[in-house]
């Protein structure tokens, strides 16, 4: 019954997300549902004490992110930057190759460090301009966007900075860089069989007679200004952007160390505030990274920017205000729903999968769905089993590189279900629905998903790590 519960509580927040439904109303309902049914007199304490608790503790560490985010990716469509590049892209590849164009842009900036909330708000703009340009429905769009900033350069590719990447190596004692032939291989396999599925579906549309569309929400503003500035020009901030991510990742620990505490305030005896900065360095490091963004465009275009600044930033701060409460909310159901019997359930079912990478793929994956967070499903999977994981592959002489390679890869399998917190921003932004672009998605998410298993085949059949 407990099981039964968590699986209700899931399927109930996709189905209202997928009907468009707001998950900052729904995700609470759907979490403290499954709690009364659970436990009624936990209803009250798990709201506040759990699910607000996660919920404002998401957007205290994030919520900077995602209005940085959205303003530097507003004052890119109104200095022309965007429009720039697309023509420039549109000369260099041809206007067929939009979907390529925009996968890499997409892939370069989450290999360099750039948040996946962020590649969403800065990648947008491009994407919607090269569209238009080469008539593509702009429905496919975000399926463009989650393959490439969701699926190999999140956690296929060798090295990549995403935290999806990183959560293993506390578990295995490994680094980044863990089984780079069989990541390489598995990104390989998704970028290929991920292009070549937006590719059909271009062409079906194409076949079709649909364009672009017309009546489309959230439209990024045309470009004022009477001269488009140089394409390198207009590629620099998202260049610095990368750059100085990457720079102040390295920077802020070295500067502030292991921890930093202040006093509060100068009056009574209050007690320190200390922060412990390996935490929360890359959110620092990205904040930075976006404001020396931000001022660059500004620097470079102060006119075409000055003169919309305040009526452009208005739409920019209300979409970072409710993608980063959508998100928010889903980071609250996932650990209520993680917090419920039914839960241990679905961990302790999973557990009984004798084969060692199987079972880890499965498990970390299943989790990553049932709470609607790649990172946050893996941590717990890896929290609650890793021992398991680790002694099973010891007996089958598995190294921990592809335990590495194997649990990262799952994390961004069936995260990306209607309910996922990345995929509701995606679609706030680009002002679509789920009826319209979620299936692409889905699409994509099940290439990634496929791809963990042909990995685990390639170990079995070559030993490659």
């Known amino acids: 019954m407990s099981f039964l519960i968590v699986l209700a509580a899931l399927c109930f927040l996709m189905l209202v997300a997928y009907r468009g439904y707001s998950v900052i109303l729904f995700a609470p309902i ?3 549902g ?11 304490p798990m709201f506040t004490g759990l ?6 503790g998401f957007l205290k560490l994030y919520f900077p992110v995602f209005l940085l985010g959205a303003i530097f990716g507003k004052l890119i469509e109104v200095s022309g930057f965007s429009k720039s590049i697309v023509a420039a892209t549109i ?11 925009i996968v890499a842009v997409c892939a370069l900036l989450t290999y360099g460090g750039v948040s996946l909330f962020v590649v969403v708000f800065a990648v947008y703009p491009f994407a919607a301009e090269l569209f238009r340009q080469a008539d593509i429905p702009k429905r496919l769009i975000p399926g463009t966007i989650a393959l490439g900033a969701f699926t190999f350069t999140m956690d296929a590719l060798p090295g990549t900075p995403q935290i999806q990447n990183i959560i293993p190596a506390s578990f295995f004692g490994t680094d980044a860089w863990a089984a780079p032939v069989l990541g390489t291989l598995g990104g390989v396999f998704i970028l290929a069989l991920g292009l070549g599925y ?4 271009r062409r079906a549309a194409l076949a079709a007679g649909e364009g672009y569309g017309t009546e489309l929400v959230n439209e990024p503003a045309p470009f004022a200004g009477d001269k488009l500035a140089n394409p390198w020009i207009a590629l620099l901030p998202l260049v610095l952007v990368g750059v100085s991510n990457k720079v102040f990742t390295v920077l802020i620990p070295q500067h502030y160390g292991a921890s930093h505490a202040f006093l509060p305030s100068v009056i009574g005896d209050p007690a320190p505030v200390v922060q412990e900065i390996p935490r929360i360095a890359a959110v620092w490091a990205v904040e930075a990274a976006l404001l020396v963004g931000i001022l660059t465009v500004l620097l470079l275009s102060w006119r075409a920017v000055a003169t919309h600044f305040a009526e452009s930033t208005k739409p920019a701060i209300g979409g ?12 609250g159901f996932g650990a209520v729903i993680a917090a419920l019997p039914g839960f241990l359930v679905v961990a302790n079912a999973l557990g009984s999968i004798p084969n060692p990478l199987v079972n880890e793929a499965v498990t970390v994956t299943a989790l990553a769905g049932i709470t609607g967070s790649a990172s946050g499903g893996m941590s ?12 099973n592959a010891n007996a089958a002489g598995i190294p921990m590189e592809v335990l590495h390679r194997v649990a990262a890869m799952a994390s961004g399998g069936m995260d990306t279900l209607p309910h996922n917190g990345a995929v ?20 994509i998410t099940i290439i990634k998903t496929m791809a963990v298993f042909v990995i685990i085949g390639l170990f079995y059949a070559t030993g490659w790590v």
Do not use: C
Request: overall charge neutral; charged content about 15%; hydrophobic content about 60%.
């Open 30 to 32: 759907a979490a403290m």
């Open 91 to 101: 000369r260099l590849f041809g206007p067929q190759r939009a979907m390529l164009s």
């Open 424 to 443: 509701i921003t995606l679609l706030a932004v680009t002002g679509l629905t789920h009826r319209q672009a979620y299936k692409d998605i889905f699409a």
């Open 34 to 44: 499954a709690v009364l049914l659970t436990d009624p007199t936990l209803v009250a």
């Open 51 to 56: 699910f607000m608790d996660k919920m404002v």
């Open 198 to 201: 937006l590719e059909w579906r």
């Open 380 to 391: 717990i999977a890896l929290a609650a089993m890793a021992d398991t994981f680790i002694a």
């Open 320 to 331: 970072a205000l409710l993608a980063s409460m959508n998100t928010a909310s889903e980071y």
